[in-house]
T-cell receptor, first 112, second 115 residues
């Protein structure tokens, strides 16, 4: 059975801190890994990673994938209160059984 | 443009009743997905459609759950004889194609409460 595990489950930091969120995966016929941010309702897309070692960056957020060790990290530098959310990681399988397998998420709270 | 929309946003129903949840995908997106998010749990994949076809229904929790999609657009998820354990947020997503290199865009979800 496919599995995605995120750590930590929750994290409390102060504004300006840098955080690293972890995601390990065991996904059959793995094709890509996705990160989403969920504040209230709809998860919003952050990154899709398909290749090892290539960092994707968007402002203060960045992410990288290691397909040998089967994990990904999401870094957020100079955190702001608006970064408070649940961050979801998902492994994407291809072929005829296409689906996303999500982790339980990391709840990030950024205090002023 | 308009994103994925879902209705109703909240639904409270009595145990044993049937419910229908609706999803309107982004225009032009051929793939549509249903997920369930229970309290403290990650998103659980239920089913996806490529066009009107659902290649894999194995994620549906029981035979009380069914989904259909007509005209390659709107989809309905039906839960028959609801149970309390069906209480969750049901999220719908769509993508241009059901392929690993297209990201999924999510709707706001329907919060279902079975009393």
């Amino acid at each position: 059975e496919d599995k995605v595990v995120q750590s930590p489950l929750s994290l409390v930091v102060h504004e300006g801190d840098t955080v690293t969120l972890n995601c390990s995966y065991e996904v059959t016929n793995f094709r890509s890994l996705l990160w989403y941010k969920q504040e209230k309702k709809a998860p919003t897309f952050l990154f899709m990673l398909t290749s090892s070692g290539i960092e994707k960056k968007s402002g203060r957020l960045s992410s990288i994938l290691d397909k040998k060790e089967l994990f990904s990290i999401l870094n957020i530098t100079a955190t702001q209160t608006g970064d408070s959310a649940v961050y979801l990681c998902a492994g994407n399988s291809g072929g005829s059984n296409y689906k996303l397998t999500f982790g339980k998420g990391t709840l990030l709270t950024v205090n002023p | 443009g308009a994103g994925v929309s879902q209705s109703p946003s909240n639904k409270v129903t009595e145990k044993g009743k049937d419910v229908e949840l609706r999803c309107d995908p982004i225009s032009g997106h051929t793939a549509l997905y249903w997920y369930r998010q229970s309290l403290g749990q990650g998103l659980e994949f239920l089913i996806y459609f490529q066009g009107n076809s659902a290649p894999d229904k194995s994620g549906l929790p029981s035979d009380r759950f069914s989904a259909e999609r007509t005209g390659g657009s709107v989809s309905t998820l039906t839960i028959q004889r609801t149970q309390q354990e069906d209480s969750a947020v049901y999220l719908c997503a769509s993508s241009f194609l059901a392929s690993y290199n297209y990201e999924q865009y999510f709707g706001p979800g329907t919060r279902l409460t079975v009393t």
